[in-house]
Structure formats: structure tokens, C-alpha cells
């Protein structure tokens, strides 16, 4: 199947400073393979978690993701209860003793949600910069304080469907730095918001950008644009905030904006017949539109795929090559993340598989075809699938989540069965059912890198410096 532009699409030039020759192929190094040495870990608690309203779950949260702050202090976690959890790790991390993670706050959520976003500004020793954007169903999106979960939210803002004046499903958030707009997605739907303005703050989005002309005609678009729900959301990194937007779809598309200056597309095109026929990675659907450091490459990371897809931005929307042996053939989200390389030769992309391993390529964007891993290390008992790798901006530390749900067999005992005092679970034992779903190994884990087999790292420092953990 060809992978040219649909001739109805709007496609424009991109800025001249990405219009650029492709750079030519170059080998990375080899090296020794770097160790991942475990600091400290935790599972994940019930205690402080809601209870759910699914009995069959109600004790068994996992992790679902993981993200450092900004200033590389914190790591914010999302559970599947659904609660969002802060964890303050201290400043001597990389030096024993490592006691075990404890949470500093519980936010519980109204209803699940994948969507949510700390302050781009974020310090640990102000408090003033210490919030949080949470998007859940049939709500508005709200700013709460991080370390006071408690509290009501400082702000609310809404995304309100005209025709009935419902609340429309927020799907993807970003919050970029400075941090003084943010960026929603629904279904064909981009919004922008001012949050530049504590004294006078705007509810509603300074900016609507459909992603089809029409939705109410029985076409739905005619082809033009994108449909569908923008399930990912990534912006550039320019270092002025003001990049390329680039948004996902559950239908397999990708659609790039200048949304601060034009607030229209630039291109938007379809990656399965790049993930189905020229890479045969598969997809069913984008999770996670993630930039490379230099901004020149957008790596597109769909759930149900065998690997991530590489595009270059700079020209066209090519398909510069795909990352194979990343097993993600899974409908949950597997997140990634990127970092610049230590020898300069392109980015470092990591990833978590659905076997409880983390794979880690070297050189992306220094070569056009099929890249294999680099590495690869378990990460757990491989029974469960690793939802999030997030590499500490200094380079030497990696946090990585697990956790997944599976049916129950057939033939498992009824062990499994809650034994709660409450009465559904007391009718579920009584009757020898078995739950729908178990949930396998679940943890937080943090690891160091270790250097001295040819891995550059700098040592674990705060960006803010030595800094007291939060009580």
C-alpha cells in the first residue's frame, strides 16, 4: 500500500529551520552493556487508596505510568483505582542506605483517566509551583495542589460540547513549559487554554481547533483531516514553548499543528500502512507522540504494536524507520521515553514490553530502516507488563512501573477470591465465583545506571540541589 499523503489532506511547507538533508547513516559505538542496579522500589498500597467500585479489584491497584517533575525531585504515578500518587525521593538516592519508597500524597480521582500533567515549573523548594492538571470523565479539568490533595482546586476549566452542555471527554493533555497555556485533545478536537493569569483565569479554551471541517455531516470530514478520538498529545521541544503540536488518534493518525501561531494543521497523515505493510509492527491505535530531544524526529508509539515507528519531520511526513523487538502487543498503554545521546550519534529511546522487560536503542535517527534493540534487562518476574520507563534528566536514573490485569484460568483455586466483609464480595466466595481479573506483580522500582561498563552518566543531583524530603 502506498504511504503517500491523502490528496485531500491539508499539507503544508514546515518552517525552514527543519528543512534540512537527511543526515547520513552512522553506526554508534559499541560498548559494554550498562547494568541497572535497583535503589529502591515499592508496590503498590491499598491502605490509602478509595475503595473501588468494583468489588473484584477493590484491594488490587497497579501502577499505570510514571513521570518525573521538572526538577527531577518527585515521581508522580497514576494507579488503576484510580488515585494519583506522589513519591519525594531524597537527594543522597545513589547512596546506601536505600529505604523504601513511601507515598507523600494520595490524590483520589472521580472516575479513571490516563490524563494528567504537573506544573512544567515545578520546584520542591517552592510550593507556589506545586500543582497538578487532572482531566477525568463528565468533570472539568481541575488545578489541584500536589501535596494537598485534600484541598478544593485552585482552578477549574472547561471543554463544554455546545449542542447539549456536556463535559467532553478529555483524552490527552499537555502542559509544556513555560507554562502558560495548556493543550487538550477529545474526539476531533484540539483546545487551547490560557493558565497564564492567576488574578483573572479564562474557563473556556482561548483556541478550538477541530481535526475534521465537519462533524455533523453525514461524511465526517470527506476525507479531509483526521477523525477520531486524539488519544496522544506532544509538543516540540523548542525551548520557547511554541514547537510543532503533535497529536495521535485511537483511528491511526497523526496530525501535526502550529497551534501558537497559525492555529491550523500542517500535515496529518495515517501510520498504518507504515506500521501494517512497511515496517510489519502492527497497531491498533496511538498512545504516545513523543519528539526527540533535537525536535527533528517524532517517534509514534501505538498499543497492539510489535515495535514504535520514526518519523523525520523536517521535510515530509516520511517514515525515516521503525524500532522492532519492543513487544507491546497489548491494549494497554506502554509508555516510552527518549534522551539524548551520550556520544552524540542521534537519541536513546527506552521502552517497556508486556513481558516485564525494558529495551533501550541506541543511535535513533542515524539510520533509516529497521533498528533493533541495544539492550534489554528484566525489570520483574516477567509476568507483568512494564507501563512506564522514565529516565531522570541527569541520565543515570531510571524509574519504571508494572502492572497489568489478566482474566483468572479456569482451573485456578479459589484462593483468588476476595474474602472482604462487604457483601458482594461475601456472595462472590459463598458461590465459588472467581474474579474476572487477577492482577499480576505490580511495583515502582527505581534503578541506577551504572557507568563503569561504558554507560556516560552524570551523577543523581536535583536540579534544585540538595533538598530535604517533603513531610
Known sequence: MSTEPNKNSPTHKLPTHLLREPTPEIQPPTMNKPSLNLLTSTTCPTTSLPKSPDPRNRDTPFFKSAQWTADGTTLLTLTS???IQTYVLPST???????PLTP???????????????????SLSHPSTQYLLTATTDHPIHLTPIFSPASPPLASFFLIKPETES?????????????THFITGTTNLLALFDI???????????????????????????????????????LQPTGAGEGILAAGTWTR??????????????????VKPSADHEAGIKGKGVVQTIWSPCGRYLVVNERGSEGLLVYDVRGTHKLLGWLSGRDGTTNQRLGVDVFPDQNGNGFEVWAGT?????????GVGMNEGETKPTWEWGVNDGESAVGATAMHSSGSVLATCSGSWKVADDDSSDEGSSDD????????????KKPAFVVEETSLKVWSIDASNGAAAQEFEPLEGDVEEKE
Not at 93 to 99: E, F, I, N, W, Y
Not at 104 to 122: I, V, W
Not at 253 to 270: C, E, K, T
Open 81 to 83: 483505582h484510580p488515585s
Open 104 to 122: 507523600t500524597s494520595t490524590l483520589p480521582l472521580p472516575e479513571p483517566t490516563s490524563t494528567f500533567s504537573p506544573s512544567p515549573y515545578f
Open 421 to 432: 466483609s462487604d457483601s458482594d464480595s461475601e456472595d462472590d466466595s459463598s458461590s465459588g
Open 354 to 362: 508486556k513481558n516485564g522487560t525494558v529495551v533501550m536503542y541506541e
Open 167 to 179: 463535559y467532553l471527554p478529555i483524552t490527552s493533555l499537555v502542559w509544556p513549559s513555560p507554562g
Open 93 to 99: 538516592l545513589l547512596t546506601p542506605p536505600h529505604p
Open 253 to 270: 493518525w497523526v496530525g501535526l499543528y502550529d497551534i501558537y501561531r497559525s492555529g491550523s494543521v500542517i500535515a496529518n497523515f495515517s
Open 196 to 234: 497564564s493569569r492567576p488574578d483573572s483565569l479564562c474557563s473556556t479554551p482561548l483556541l478550538r481547533i477541530p481535526t475534521i471541517p465537519s462533524t455533523r455531516h453525514i461524511s465526517k470530514g470527506n476525507g479531509i483531516g483526521m477523525r477520531g478520538t486524539v488519544s496522544a498529545l506532544g
